[in-house]
């Protein structure tokens, strides 16, 4: 048998492979990363549980040890404090409640019995009037050996997504977490 050929072969080219394998490609990429989700509101999900577990285990501890505890806010992080002898020294010998910075991005913002706290890095709510004496930092947000804590709102927020998560405490020490969905800043 002999098959005859015209001048031009039947089939694919290489190039013509290649195009459509590339095509291929881009369409499986788009649909990995709309089905991964959005991995900024996960980050942001789990630093808003890990706050609130850490201020349940801090007022765990406030009560167990009779000892007034507290929390000091930045815009990019966090830190448990304890009363020792009338002075609010860090949390240092507890690596559970030790100091936590937040992710690059994410931001925090705190609201204090329904006011707004302003954390910008440039604002001390500590700044005294006599420039010489030592700052002391204290905390903002009090967890008493009683079981009572200030009431407050935390957001956690990142400007790559609208979805944000706030952690709630009411005065007598009931912890929520809610999830915001919104378009603003």
């Known amino acids: 048998m002999r098959f005859r ?64 505890w507290g929390i000091r806010f930045e815009d990019t992080g966090y830190s448990f404090m304890v009363l020792n002898n009338d002075n609010w020294i860090d949390v240092v010998n507890n690596n559970t409640l030790r100091a936590r910075k937040l992710p690059n991005g994410v931001n925090l913002k705190l609201s204090i019995e329904a006011l707004e706290v302003n954390m910008d890095p440039g604002f001390d709510l500590d700044k005294d009037e006599d420039e010489d004496q030592l700052q002391i930092k204290k905390p903002m947000i009090f967890i008493l050996s009683s079981g009572e804590i200030t009431p407050f709102s935390v957001d956690f927020r990142a400007q790559e997504t609208m979805i944000s998560f706030r952690v709630i405490a009411t005065p007598l020490g009931q912890l929520s977490m809610e999830r915001i969905n919104s378009n603003l800043p």
Request: proline share 0%; charged share 20%.
């Open 5 to 68: 050929t015209s001048g031009s072969e039947s089939g694919f080219t290489l190039l013509e492979l290649l195009v459509v394998v590339l095509l291929i490609g881009i369409v499986m990429s788009f649909a990995v990363l709309s089905i991964g989700g959005d991995s900024r509101s996960v980050e942001l999900e789990r630093e808003a549980k890990r706050l609130l577990a850490l201020i349940g285990y801090a007022g765990e501890q406030s009560v167990l040890r009779t000892q007034e």
